[in-house]
């Protein structure tokens, strides 16, 4: 009797890895990579972990000088990492990149005894909508204005108003950047690689 074994070079893959960054859950059991546009934004595969024992990363919402440490309240969402990642809801730890409220807006958001990440509305419509994620870690990301129903997860907070355009006016804050309207990558605020960016106003408070 004999065994057959098949090697897999580094160059091949016996299935598709949906830790890597070039695969987006459809929501039917598969991954696909047709809306990316790798070659425009330099994508290359990252070996996203795909579970929830990583504590890389860094804390505050924007560039290293401009981090702080927030807490639970003040996390808007999260990031594996400053650019050319994938986005995370606010309680997923095994992401340590925070986007934080009062690092972005400059003071504390004063929630009261509510939950600030609670969202408002009906679901499709939230007031107080962000943007929305696949899956609540190691997704990808879709624009506040669009509801494909594919990304079921909103991230909401507080009182924020969002919008997604090339720059932010004069009245609004940028919490992140995205690739596009769907499927979209993400990117700390300020990094500026990206053509999308999501600006929001707030009123500091409920």
Known sequence: MFLLVRVYTSEEDPEPNPSRDYYNYTGLGNYDNSNLNNNEYGYNPINY?????????????????????????????????????????????????????????????DFGNRDPHQCSGNSG??????????????????????????????????????TSRAECLADEEEIASLTGERNAHLESRDANNYPLKICCTSSGSF
């Open 125 to 162: 419509e939230e007031n107080n909508l962000v943007l929305r994620l696949i899956k609540s870690f190691n997704s990808h990301a879709e624009a506040p204005e669009v509801f494909s129903g594919d990304y079921n997860l909103p991230v909401c907070y507080g009182d924020l108003q969002c």
């Open 49 to 109: 972990e795909n579970n929830r024992t990583y504590r890389g990363g860094g804390n505050g919402g924007g560039g290293s000088s401009k981090r702080n440490i927030c807490d639970d309240g003040q996390i808007i969402m999260r990031l594996y990492g400053e650019e050319n990642t994938h986005g995370a809801l606010w309680n997923e730890t095994v992401y340590s990149l925070k986007v934080c409220y009062n690092e972005i807006f400059g003071e504390m958001f």
